[in-house]
């Protein structure tokens, strides 16, 4: 599979919200948690596996080079550990050159990869299995031969920290210089940070040059509202995209808890998602709980994995990550903004929280309702006379019209479902805009997820 045209290089849009190809296209992130794929997974999975994710609307995949699960010492599927003797400053060729193919093969779908140097455990072994391996000195040298090896590998994305913040000077140390060592060869790709639970990466390295995106990771908590994070993530200064690299996994026990009790299931992960994007950010990760170890027969399941990754790419929501794009990606949706005050008081709109959005022409308002309940929307906020509204169903992506309304007046909305699991998307725009947009989404909705 040889694809002549390489994946355009990423960046940050000029208002410093977004991402944007180089040739300034609206990127919408939608990545996938595969930290273990690299490390379990041979050639012909990780095909699978991609093509999966494209055909459900992935742009992105999140994994890692040395890997949290007995990454240094267990060999990939053809037998290779990825370092000499531990030595960061010793990669290990074969290893690096299946990566090298994975890395190509992403490209040629059209997947970026989002890699971690390292998983957290190797350079702050607060908890998992370690060992330490990393100095300053190795750390530069191990993030120089990174750099220069994929710094003509357009489809990169490079990911710090890896579920870890830096709990002493070293730490810090030692991902600085990992960084710079990156930088120094490839200064052209993008750079982020992924921190562990409830921490946004601009609280620990917010002022280092190399951040160009802001990440965070929530929990795995059932109706954790991670738009929290998301809206003090996009109020940090500076200014840069966010993204929630690590939301609640699909399938997961709620709060990781050792029982197995309650999982989190599609539309815990589509609260997540949504949440997210009414808050203002640059696209969304989502996870499965067997797809991130790749638990497969043979393996100790973690965290009550018990479905073959090969069957948890299959889970229901995963499918609906894409449909959600599909809907934004049919929309103006870089030049929406979140605008809580759209919708007027209430009980269930404040406690339930429905959000909002409205476009930088004052011609389109959106709605989440995250459990169905029904809303007042201030329409007189927009600036034309006239406007449609539909339902968008984050379920199955139906979309069914709700009436036409003049705008000088609030109007109570009533979606069509309620409770768990019933959540909806409310679609309101200029008559003339939303029958274009009709035509273009049932265009887009044709194509296969």
Same mark, same amino acid.
């Given at each position: 599979?040889?694809? $002549?045209?390489?994946?355009?290089?990423?960046?940050?849009?000029?208002? =410093?919200?977004?991402?944007?190809?180089?040739?300034?296209?609206?990127?919408?992130?939608?990545?996938?948690?595969?930290?273990?794929?690299? /490390?379990?997974?041979?050639?012909?999975?990780?095909?699978?596996?991609?093509?999966?994710?494209?055909?459900?609307?992935?742009?992105?995949?999140?994994?890692?080079?040395?890997?949290?699960?007995?990454?240094?010492?267990?060999?990939?599927?053809?037998?290779?550990?990825?370092?000499?003797?531990?030595?960061?400053?010793?990669?290990?060729?074969?290893?690096?050159?299946?990566?090298?193919?994975?890395?190509?093969?992403?490209?040629?779908?059209?997947?970026?990869?989002?890699?971690?140097?390292?998983?957290?455990?190797?350079?702050?072994?607060?908890?998992?299995?370690?060992?330490?391996?990393?100095?300053?000195?190795?750390?530069?040298?191990?993030?120089?031969?990174?750099?220069?090896?994929?710094?003509?590998?357009?489809?990169?994305?490079?990911?710090?920290?890896?579920?870890?913040?830096?709990?002493?000077?070293?730490? /810090?140390?030692?991902?600085?210089?990992?960084?710079?060592?990156?930088?120094?060869?490839?200064?052209?790709?993008?750079?982020?940070? /992924?921190?562990?639970?409830?921490?946004?990466?601009?609280?620990?390295?917010?002022? &280092?040059?190399?951040?160009?995106?802001?990440?965070?990771?929530? =929990?795995?908590?059932?109706?954790?509202?991670?738009?929290?994070?998301?809206?003090?993530?996009?109020?940090?200064?500076?200014?840069?995209?966010?993204?929630?690299?690590?939301?609640?996994?699909?399938?997961?026990?709620?709060?990781?808890?050792?029982?197995?009790?309650?999982?989190?299931?599609?539309?815990?992960?589509?609260?997540?998602?949504?949440?997210?994007?009414?808050?203002?950010?640059?696209?969304?990760?989502?996870?499965?709980?067997?797809?991130?170890?790749?638990?497969?027969?043979?393996?100790?399941?973690?965290?009550?994995?018990?479905?073959?990754?090969?069957?948890?790419?299959?889970?229901?929501?995963?499918?609906?990550?894409?449909?959600?794009?599909?809907?934004?990606? $049919?929309?103006?949706?870089?030049?929406?903004?979140?605008?809580?005050?759209?919708?007027?008081?209430?009980?269930?709109? =404040?406690?339930?929280?429905?959000?909002?959005?409205?476009?930088?022409?004052?011609?389109?308002?959106?709605?989440?309702?995250?459990?169905?309940?029904?809303? =007042?929307?201030?329409?007189?906020?927009?600036?034309?006379?006239?406007?449609?509204?539909?339902?968008?169903?984050?379920?199955?992506?139906?979309?069914? &019209?709700?009436?036409?309304?003049?705008?000088?007046?609030?109007?109570?909305?009533?979606?069509?479902?309620?409770? /768990?699991?019933?959540?909806?998307?409310?679609?309101?725009?200029?008559?003339?805009?939303?029958?274009?947009?009709?035509?273009?989404?049932?265009?887009?909705?044709?194509?296969?997820?």
């Amino acid at each position: 599979m040889e694809n $002549s045209i390489p994946l355009p290089l990423l960046k940050i849009s000029h208002d =410093r919200r977004h991402l944007v190809t180089e040739d300034n296209q609206p990127f919408f992130w939608l990545g996938d948690t595969a930290w273990e794929m690299i /490390h379990r997974l041979n050639n012909e999975e990780v095909l699978l596996y991609l093509q999966d994710r494209v055909a459900k609307g992935f742009n992105v995949v999140q994994t890692v080079l040395l890997a949290e699960l007995d990454g240094l010492d267990s060999p990939n599927a053809y037998g290779h550990q990825p370092l000499i003797d531990y030595n960061p400053a010793q990669p290990n060729e074969p290893y690096f050159q299946y990566v090298d193919e994975i890395i190509r093969l992403a490209g040629d779908l059209g997947i970026y990869i989002a890699l971690l140097p390292t998983w957290g455990d190797k350079f702050n072994k607060a908890w998992g299995q370690g060992p330490e391996i990393f100095s300053r000195e190795n750390a530069r040298l191990y993030g120089e031969f990174l750099g220069k090896r994929y710094a003509q590998s357009s489809n990169i994305v490079w990911v710090m920290g890896g579920d870890r913040t830096p709990s002493a000077d070293e730490h /810090h140390a030692i991902l600085q210089a990992m960084a710079q060592g990156i930088k120094k060869e490839d200064p052209n790709h993008l750079m982020t940070y /992924h921190p562990n639970g409830g921490k946004l990466a601009s609280d620990w390295v917010g002022t &280092e040059d190399w951040l160009d995106v802001d990440m965070f990771q929530t =929990r795995h908590q059932s109706g954790f509202k991670e738009y929290k994070f998301t809206r003090r993530a996009v109020n940090a200064v500076p200014r840069r995209p966010v993204i929630d690299g690590e939301p609640g996994y699909e399938n997961i026990p709620n709060l990781l808890n050792k029982w197995n009790l309650k999982r989190l299931d599609a539309a815990d992960v589509r609260k997540s998602a949504y949440w997210n994007m009414f808050a203002g950010a640059a696209g969304h990760t989502y996870g499965c709980n067997e797809v991130w170890q790749m638990h497969d027969r043979g393996r100790t399941p973690l965290f009550g994995a018990y479905l073959l990754w090969k069957e948890a790419i299959h889970l229901p929501g995963s499918r609906q990550m894409g449909l959600m794009k599909k809907l934004f990606e $049919s929309l103006p949706w870089q030049r929406l903004y979140p605008h809580q005050e759209l919708v007027a008081p209430g009980f269930f709109a =404040r406690f339930t929280k429905t959000l909002a959005m409205v476009s930088d022409q004052k011609n389109m308002i959106l709605v989440y309702s995250p459990y169905g309940r029904s809303f =007042r929307l201030k329409l007189g906020a927009l600036e034309v006379k006239k406007v449609e509204a539909y339902w968008f169903d984050p379920v199955d992506g139906a979309i069914s &019209e709700a009436a036409q309304y003049s705008t000088h007046r609030t109007i109570r909305f009533k979606p069509p479902t309620k409770n /768990h699991g019933k959540d909806v998307v409310l679609v309101v725009w200029d008559s003339e805009q939303s029958r274009k947009w009709m035509e273009k989404y049932s265009r887009m909705r044709e194509q296969r997820i």
